[in-house]
C-alpha cells in the first residue's frame, strides 16, 4: 500500500481548513489573473485604421475591407486563439487590447461573436486608390514632426487637417499626364512615383 506523501497530506489538510482549491463557476463569476489573455477588443478612439493587426494575426481572426472611402475591421472572436500578437504588434499599442472576458458561448448566430469598427479612408487624388485613413496619416504626421514636410502628400493632409491649405479629395476619374505641379498632391505610392518620373 502506498502511503499519501507530505505534500499531498498538507495540501488535504489546507483544504478542509480553507475550503476547496476548484471554483462553483458559472454560479459564481470567476474573475482571471490580470495577466489572463482574454478577447481582444478594438478600442475605436485608440485605433488608426493602420491594419497591423489584420496583418499579423496568425489566425486571420481580423478581417480587413476598404470599400469606396470606408475601412472596416472586423475580429472574429470565433476564430480567435488568443495569441495577443495584435496588441503586441498594434501601432498606438492601445487600439486593440486583449480584455479579461472568456465566457464567449452565444445560442444565436458566430456574428455575433465579432466587433466591427469604421474608419473615414484618404483617397488617392489621381487613381482613387486608398492611401490610408485619415487618422494613420495625421498619426504619422504628428509622429515625424518637422520631417512631415518632407513628403508632399503628408503636408498637405497635416496642412488641410489644420485648415491651412485645401487638398483635393476623392478620384478625379481621368488618367491625365502628370504635369510638374502635381507632385503636389495627395497620392498614392504609385501615382506620387508615376508623378515624379513624368514631370
Ligand atoms: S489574439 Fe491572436 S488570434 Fe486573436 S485576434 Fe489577436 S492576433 Fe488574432
Ligand atoms: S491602430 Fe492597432 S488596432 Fe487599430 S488597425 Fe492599427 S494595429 Fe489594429
Redesign the pocket.
Known sequence: MRYPKLRELKEAIRALIKGPYTQRFPYVAHKPFDSFRGKPE?HEE?????????QVCPARA?EMKDEGDVRT?TVNWGLCIFCGQ?QA????GK??VLSQEFDLAVVGSRQELSQKIEKKLLLCSCCGEAVATFEHILWVSKKLGPLTFANASLMLFYLGDLGLAQYKEGPPGSEAEFSRPDRIRVLCPRCRREAVLKS
Open positions: 478594438f485608440d485605433c488608426v485604421g493602420c491594419g497591423a493587426c489584420a481580423i475591421l495584435c504588434n498594434c501601432l498606438t487600439g486593440i
